[in-house]
């Protein structure tokens, strides 16, 4: 099974919500949206799904146009960041619900449902009320309704954004198994890079109504096309600063260089953009190398292990993500280092030219 997009847009009041769009998702893959709040997501699965028609383009499911075919008669299942169940029915009868709206064998609507509640952990439930069941016992249950029409395609919208952290990392661990043994093609919209990289798979990077690179989940992360990639895939996002490449040196700002060494050294003089993750930056010198630039702090943000700091560096904005609880004077300079090995080189027009040395080694 294949579900290809070929030229596919939104355009909603003359606004375009999703610009041409061109994918191709494999039967049994997992395949996450990743952008932030108004990148596209939603808009390309409901496109995806056929619940809205596109502006212009082609939707192909197993080489055949389905552009105009209803969503009913699409093999689509979709879970929304809301989940619903039927609050009068049992977890069974709400699991059930589809195959009966098909006429399907009442034996073969027992024997599926009780399948598909086993692999959901639901089995001790099957006679409750959605109700009586905590948080992610119901997301489990929309979740098994979803699955048990055996859909092809199954489209998950944020579907763990309702529940708290530990329900949501329970489930991230069983949805790539539900995943697995469905065989369908999932596709699941998150503003959360943490959460994409724990999903794995493939990852179609949004921002804008544009897809800005597609591929597997690691290569995505770790060597980005673009700035706008890079900026997607890293929470808080990556910071950046303008630099400029003189001989066999990289010019930082505050004065400081490093030497233009490796994929650096093929590069032609001029100004580039260094673009490096919050979590890079630190507030000690632990590589003999690191290069030191001081900054204003501006706030910190404690999260029980770690600190976040916003600092201001000669009107930049960074973030860094530094380990352990800190107790900083907000407004005195602060001097934070990097390890040149952490930096990515965009050019100006924002394509990366050079990928951090310690993604080539991963």
Known sequence: ????????????????????????????????????????KTSLMRLMAGLDAPAAGQILWNGEDVT?????????????????????MSVYDNIASPMKLLGIDSAEVDRRVRETAEMMQLTPMLDRKPLELSGGQQQRCALARALVKNAGLVLLDEPLANLDYKLREEMRVEIPKIFEASGAIFVYATTEPEEALLLGGN?????????????????????PVDATTARVFSDPPMNFLQISKTGDRIMFGDGQSTPAAGKLGELADGRYTAGFRPNHLEIGKHVSDAMEFKTTLSVTELTGSETFIHLDHHGDRWVGLVHGIHDLPIGEALSVWLDPRHVYIFAEDGKLVAPAAYALAA
């Open 1 to 40: 099974m294949t579900l290809e997009l070929k030229g596919v847009s939104k355009i909603v009041d003359g606004q375009t919500h999703v610009h041409p769009t061109d994918l191709s998702l494999e039967n049994g893959t997992m395949n996450v949206l990743l952008g932030p709040t108004l990148s596209g």
């Open 68 to 88: 105009g075919q209803r969503v009913q008669d699409r093999k689509v299942a979709m879970v929304y960041q809301q989940f619903i169940n039927y609050p009068s």
């Open 203 to 223: 990852t179609v990077a949004l921002w804008e109504g544009r897809v800005t690179q597609f591929g597997p989940t690691p290569s995505v992360y770790r060597q």
